[in-house]
Structure formats: structure tokens, C-alpha cells
């Protein structure tokens, strides 16, 4: 098993998940809680780092703690780069790759692995006091580092751990490269890497705190057994004052909807305003997402709602709210949103909302105040290639004949089917079209004062429909040609869109000089949260609320929506059907888990308003993510990662019951819906 927690470069502290070696530990004793309070289990700490991490896991579990020493193995001269290791016992593994390329002599490598065997037996000595090492013989044995990069000290470990013969060898750090754990999974009976950043730089970019552990350290932590130690208690009271705190200061919400006074001093004179969700498909986040929208633009002046829509079918929803376009009802104005998962927009709150948003219009014109509805997302290739050649077969003919040229340069991969074209493009089975969705775009940049000055002032808002139309045309061709590069490419390209369209809608509605638009974002957490703050961040992520704290510093404000247990709409698979879902209980360990501990219906808790509300949100936790697929059978693999909660949002609702969104159309699965199982919550 491999426990894990996402061309812009993030802070420098943006991999930092755990404040310190003693963090990482506890957070890895609840990873490895089904191994708790078991007789046949011991857990050793690779000196001198891996001790301060181990001794908290064998507090979490309950178990004995014992060291397990492993020196590296240094090039002569160039001692940073490790050539081998050995371990307490004996054991050696060597690289022959790196003996052969710099040429290491033997008598070389004598004098080395002499040299460390003589500091291998001084701390042997030292750290013990004499005392016999625990005898792993026939029980699992869990040994733990503070990271690992190549895993040379590890293999080694594992070598020499082999011939004592446990009955299982598990490996357990805070962070290592994906490589590194997957080739662990061969070795041994049981992996949990915490976090696996990427790119892999070095084990202390993981830490706040990465101080080197001193011998006297080692020699205390030793002489401290964990097994039945207060740190255990001390463990559950840390749990117990934490959910005090937060409790405290929470405020109650009705289903998730802030008090008019409470959103008020949350929000403040901020011009953005994120709002997030932990699934696509609860019925709470969209119902309290759109009722405090509601409010935000009756009462405080917010002039549009920016969505992780598709552009062009956002926007026919803009067309109806702001009383344009042919559609004659909200339902009609939806069923642009055709590709999966179309239970994103075409459900029953949405509906509700775009009715209300329709009325409210209706109402605020004379004013000059009424709110438009705008879509952020780039998976509208074609559907944004039809639309910019219709604007211009209106305003210019021949400029629409030269877009359809270019253009054409799709027509040779199905017309549904960006990745098909991505993945011909990307490996060269098929032609790429960057450079014609770039010309169509300046092109079209070039003219538009033209067209605004031919057509009237009026058809403003047309122009920037369609530029951003050629926008998403350009990105999206970019974006699927990423997506065989790796995931973290494309999710950057996308979020790195969304806030760049974010950013020209706020121009667009400003164009007036007086800039007083106000932009409330609907998207996913993983979306809305700060990159910087979270385990994805260690991977290289960015997300838009990252780019919005970067770009409207004071400005804007993020706020997360959590659940515990409950219903959700979701597919099996990408492009399947929509389920109703049973939500299994929040995982030990994890945000969720301690609201749901502290026994409201739901509340608001501001993150950084309170110092101890701050610490106590600071510390790395657990945080589920669901999309529009939900895997239960592999939930903590699947939708969990590693969040600093009080850096990654400035609010969070929670919301502890909730049940599954209501599509407009649904099957007999969904109605049936999923049978309620019992489900173990430690996997």
C-alpha cells in the first residue's frame, strides 16, 4: 500500500507540509493505525532522523520503539552523493552503476565502508547504553525515516532486516519520490510514503523545522519507551483541546448559511470572493453556495458569479439572467452543459438560482446593477472554435472564412474528442494546430476595436465573448497536448486559465473606469484552496485561489465547504452514469473528522482570526476530495491529501449530514441509489 496526498512556480515554502519531524510521526501513526495496539509489532527508527518520527508512530500504535542504524556510503571526495550503505549487522548494498561511472577502486571502498563501520559501532553503543537490540524475529517490524530520496539506506535496512526473519517488513516515511515507494512495494510487505513530492528536490523541503537530530536526542528519545507512554494521552487531549477551540469560536450556520452579520465581516471590502466545494455533487455546498451568492449580491453590490463551467455554455446562461438570447426558461438556458458530468449545472439548485438570478435582474436594470453568470474552464474546444466562427460570419465574413481555415486543422480527430487530439499532437501521430488558434486569436485581438467601433458600442460585450471564446480555443489545444506530459502540467495550464479569465472578466466589467465589480468564483476546494498550504502544492501545483491571494493581495477572501458523512451524486468512471453514492465517515485523522467531533450541524470557523484557532488549523491533516467520481474502495488513495487547513482557506463551512445533488435528469441508479454498508474507515 501507497498512502499519498498538483509553468508557474510556487513561494518557496510551498512544499512544506509538516511543521516538524514529531508532526510527521504523528500524522504517520494515524496512517498506520490498523497496525495499533498489537502485541507481534515493533517499530524501529532509522538514527538519527528517523527516531524523532519514529517515537511518535510507536506512541500512536503503542508499540515498542527501537533504532536501526544505517550510514551512508560517500564518494571519496564528493561525500553528498551516496554510493552504497551500510547497516547495523552488516549489510551492504552498493550502486554499481556509480562504482563503475566514477570509477570507485576497491581499496576506495574498503576505506569507506571501514570508516562508517566505526561510527555505525560508536552509535550503536552510544544510543543503546548496552542494551540489547529488540529482536524482530517473527513480527512486523515497521521502520520508519524522516524521508527518503534514492532509498539506498533503506534497501540496505531491508537487507539486513531480511535475515532476522520478521514475519512482515513495513516501510513508513513522510515523504520519498513515487519512484522510490513504488520500488519499495517489491520489496517489502507494506509502504506508506505520506506525501510524494514532485519534482523530488531533497527530504527537508517537506519540513518547516528540519533541524539536524543531535546523539543526546536519540539517547532520550530511546530512553522515553512510547509503549503505553502518556504521548498517547497526550495525543487524544491535543485532539480534545482542538476541537475545544475550534467549537469556540465556530459559528453556527443554518444548513451551511452564515448569518447576514458573520458573512458580512467575513467578507469585508474584498473584491473576489472564492467559494468552494469538496464534491461536485452535494446538495448543501450548491443550496449554501447559491443562498450566500444571494446575498453577496443583493446586499453587497457583487456583480457577477464566475463559475468552473465551460465558457459558451456559462455564458447562454449569462445571455437569459441578463435577459438576452432566445432561451425562454432557466431549464432551456442549462442545456448547453451536454458533456459529463452534466449534473454539475443541469440540477435542481442551479435551477432555482438562475431563475432568481433572472428576476433579480429584472428587477436591478433601471439601476445598472444587475449580475452576470461566466463560465472559467477550458474543456470547450470545438464548442468555442463554432462560436468564434459564427460572431465573425456576423460582423466579417471573410475574417469568419479564414477562422474555418484554421480551424480545420481539428477536423482530422473526432469532433468530441479533445484527448484524441492531444495524444496524436503530443507524440507526433498527428499535426498540431498551436500555431493556427494563436493567429486566429491575435487576429481577432487585432480587429476588435473595429468591430466594436462598426457595430456599436452594444456589442462590447459580444466582442469579449468571443475573444475569450478564441482564448479557451488557444488553451485548450495547449491543455490537452499537456496532458500526456503529466498530470501536473495540465492542471496548471487549466488553473492558470481560470484565473487569467477571472482576471479579464474583472476588466471587462471595470472597462468603465469605475471599478466597482465584485466576482463571487464557484469551483472545487481543490480548486479555491491555496496550492501553497497542501500536500499538491509538494507536487508542484498551483490552483486558482493560490493565483487570485498572489494577483489581489487583501482582496480576496477563500472559502472551503467540508462534509462528514452522507450522499453524493458521482460517477464510477469518467463519462459514466450518475450515482447516488453512499459518503463514508471521514477518515481518523483528518479535517473532517475533527469538525464532525465537534457536534454541530454545521458552523462557520474563520482559520486565522484567533491565534489558537490558527495553530490548531496549522497542523497537517487529512482533507477528502471528491470529484465527480467517487471510489470508496479506495478512498484514502483516491480522495484524500496532506492540508495546513488555516493557510489553505480563510473560512470554512462545514456541513456534517449531507446527501446527494438532484440532477434535472437521472436514471433508475440514481434513484435506487447505493446500498448503506458498514465500511472499515483505516484503509
Known sequence: ???????????????????????????????????????????????????????????????PLDTFIVRKLGVPGREEFAMGALASGGSIVLNDDILRELDISPEELQNVVEREARELERRESAYRGGREPIDVTGKTTIVVDDGLATGASMFAVIDALQQQDPAQIVVAVPAAPESTCRELQTMVDDVVCATMPFPFRAVGESFWDFRQVTDDEVRTLLRTSPAGHSATTTRAQQFVHTTETVSRASRNTAAGIPHRDDLRDLVGDARIVLIGESSHGTHEFYAARAEITRTLVEEMGFTAVAAEADWPDAYRVNRYVQHQGTDTSAEESLRGFERFPAWMWRN???????????????????????????????????RSMHEVIEYLDRVDPQAADRARRRYACFDRVPRTDGQAYGFAAAFGAGESCETEVVDQLMELQRHSIDYIREDGMTVEDEQFYAERNAWSVRNAEEYYRAMFRGHVSSWNLRDLHMADTLDALIAHLDRHGDNSSRVVVWAHNSHVGDAHATEAGAHG??????????????RCRLIGLTTHHGTVTAASKWGGIAERKVVRPALSGSVEELFHEVGKESFLIRTTDDDAVADALRIARLERAIGVIYLPETERRSHYFHTRLADQFDAVIHIDDTRALEPLEYSSVWVDGERPETYPTAL
Open 541 to 554: 501545483e498551483l490552483t486558482l485561489g493560490y493565483l487570485v491571494r498572489e494577483r489581489h493581495p487583501e
Open 348 to 382: 435542481t439548485v442551479m435551477l432555482d438560482f438562475v431563475s432568481w438570478l433572472r428576476e433579480h435582474n429584472a428587477r436591478c436594470t433601471a439601476a445598472g446593477s444587475t449580475a452576470g453568470f461566466y463560465g472559467l474552464d477550458l474543456y470547450s474546444l470545438h
Open 1 to 63: 500500500m501507497i498512502t499519498t496526498g498538483a509553468t508557474h512556480v510556487l513561494k518557496n515554502e510551498s512544499g512544506r507540509v509538516f511543521q516538524n519531524r514529531r508532526e510527521a510521526g504523528q500524522v504517520l501513526g494515524e496512517l498506520l493505525s490498523a497496525y495499533r495496539d498489537k502485541d507481534d509489532v515493533v517499530v524501529l527508527g532509522l538514527a538519527r532522523g528517523g527516531v524523532p518520527v519514529a517515537w511518535e508512530v510507536a506512541a500512536a500504535l503503542g508499540v
